[in-house]
């Protein structure tokens, strides 16, 4: 079965420190990977998708960036972190539901990030 | 902005009894819906889906109905439990939109003893 980690679950950091937090999924291939964040009592807003090995599209402009180093393995960094940056980091992997014909994502742990 | 949104933010019920969360959208072109549940300090879980090609779909406990006259959504879960207990948020994709999902703020159901 397939199984998606983050890591930390949380942290807190200063204003204008960096920031790398690590997703990895076990258990497919190829998958599809994102990158949410959820701000407190809020819906969740896709920040990075990546299809494949260095394919990265960014949904909204903003402080961060992403990697995909490898196939099983994507970053959300910063070099510089801001106040809002502070939040509820989700990654998820989507698979191909043939019933549906629809690629459906499923949620890992989170990281509550502070920025103070 | 979001086209998905929630008729009621808070939900209580008895344990046992059926409960109902409602979820309404704006854009005819959304194609695909989900349901998800977050316990608190944790990541979404996946409920069950729908396609705009369907009415109904059912799960364990739970059944997803779409109306798309009304642009209309609901999760029902029978014989509420505590465990049931969560913010339930639905999304939707729209058709050639890419893989992007449009969360709702979420409905909080609170299952009492």
């Known amino acids: 079965s397939q199984t998606i980690h983050q890591w930390p679950a949380t942290l807190v950091q200063p204003v204008g420190s960096p920031l790398s937090l690590e997703c990895t999924v076990e258990?497919?291939?190829?998958?599809?990977l994102y990158w949410y964040r959820q701000a407190a009592g809020r819906g969740l807003q896709l920040l990075f998708y990546s299809v494949g090995i260095g394919q990265i599209s960014s949904e909204v402009p903003q402080n961060l960036s992403a990697s995909r180093p490898q196939d099983r393995q994507f970053i959300l960094s910063s070099k510089k972190l801001l106040l809002s940056d502070s939040g509820f980091y989700l990654c998820a992997w989507s698979a191909y539901r043939l019933e549906l014909q629809q690629d459906t994502q499923y949620f890992g742990p989170g990281t509550r990030l502070t920025v103070l | 902005g979001e086209s998905v949104g929630l008729h009621l933010p808070t939900l209580s019920v008895q344990e046992g009894d059926n409960s109902i969360i409602n979820c309404a959208y704006s854009?005819?072109?959304?194609?695909?819906f989900i349901w998800y549940k977050q316990e608190s300090g944790k990541g979404p879980q996946f409920i069950i889906d729908?396609?705009?090609?369907?009415d109904k779909r059912q799960g364990q406990r739970v059944t997803v109905l779409l109306n798309k006259t009304v642009k209309h959504l609901s999760l029902q879960i029978a014989a509420t439990q505590p465990g049931d207990s969560a913010v339930y948020f639905c999304?939707?994709?729209?058709?050639?939109?890419?893989?992007?999902?449009?969360f709702g703020k979420g409905t909080s159901l609170l299952v009492t003893p």
């Open positions: 729908i396609r705009s090609n369907m």
């Open positions: 999304a939707e994709n729209i058709r050639n939109s890419g893989y992007a999902l449009n």
């Open positions: 258990g497919t291939s190829n998958p599809n």
């Open positions: 854009n005819s072109a959304s194609d695909y």
